[in-house]
């Protein structure tokens, strides 16, 4: 793989490799290439991987570097109640 000859330059490659093995870092390029196709989104590589949240994020970032991959794309929407408009869920709520 072309990604592992960035070992270097990306330290979360190494730990990925040598926390998890180079199967749970194949799968997960895998699907972070799938991620790009927009197909699976990241926290289903941290579910289907077992890495960290964190870990997943910094090995999508690297792998996007890598392979010189739109990074918008990459960046996930963060949505905070003071973002969100609360007409926008048609929500019945009744009170007993």
């Known amino acids: 793989m072309a990604v592992l000859s960035h070992r270097d330059e990306y330290p979360v490659i190494d730990r990925v490799l040598e926390e998890h093995g180079l199967l749970t870092f194949a799968l ?3 699907l972070v290439m799938d991620h790009n196709d927009g197909d699976v989104p990241i926290r289903q590589i941290s579910d289907l991987t077992g ?4 870990m997943t994020y910094d090995l999508v970032d690297a792998i996007y570097a890598i392979r010189d991959f739109d990074t918008t794309a ?3 929407e963060t949505y905070t109640p003071s ?3 609360s ?3 048609d929500v019945d709520v009744t009170e007993e």
Not at 51 to 54: H, I, P, Q
């Open 83 to 85: 973002n969100v408009d």
């Open 28 to 30: 997960a390029h895998d």
């Open 51 to 54: 890495l960290s949240s964190g």
């Open 74 to 76: 990459s960046s996930p």
């Open 87 to 89: 007409d926008q869920y």
